[in-house]
Nanobody, 124 residues
Framework: QVQLVESGGGLVQAGGSLRLSCAASGRTFSLAVMAWFRQAPGKERDFVAA????????RYADSVKGRFTISRDNAKNTVYLQMNSLNPEDTAVYYCAARYGSNLSPRGSDYGDWGQGTQVTVSS
């Protein structure tokens, strides 16, 4: 099991940027596929981005391609989500998640470990 703690959320104006961090501890972080999901009020949890264990391959939801970048630093046991050109539709609680498999699944049910989430609010 991996313990995950997100940080970096907050309030930002439309067009602004935020960088989320997810610090991991426990089971070998460097072997895990890591992902970010988000859940807006009254909506289901949606896939945002995922990254392989070595950072070599990434996958993004269409809604964030070209604006968000996922990265990881295995020496620091941390995964990041750089979010640029934010708009009010990006407002949500953002969660990081881990799985020990090889594919960058967009399904939340494929991830066994989750953080508590961090709130991102984008004002218009």
């Amino acid at each position: 099991q991996v313990q995950l703690v997100e940080s970096g959320g907050g309030l930002v104006q439309a067009g602004g940027s935020l960088r989320l961090s997810c610090a991991a501890s426990g089971r070998t972080f460097s072997l895990a596929v890591m992902a970010w999901f988000r859940q807006a009020p009254g909506k289901e949890r949606d896939f945002v981005a995922a990254i392989t264990w070595n950072g070599g391959i990434t996958r993004y939801a269409d809604s964030v391609k070209g604006r968000f970048t996922i990265s990881r630093d295995n020496a620091k046991n941390t995964v990041y989500l750089q979010m640029n050109s934010l708009n009010p539709e990006d407002t949500a609680v953002y969660y990081c998640a881990a799985r020990y498999g090889s594919n960058l699944s967009p399904r939340g049910s494929d991830y066994g470990d989750w953080g508590q989430g961090t709130q991102v609010t984008v004002s218009s």
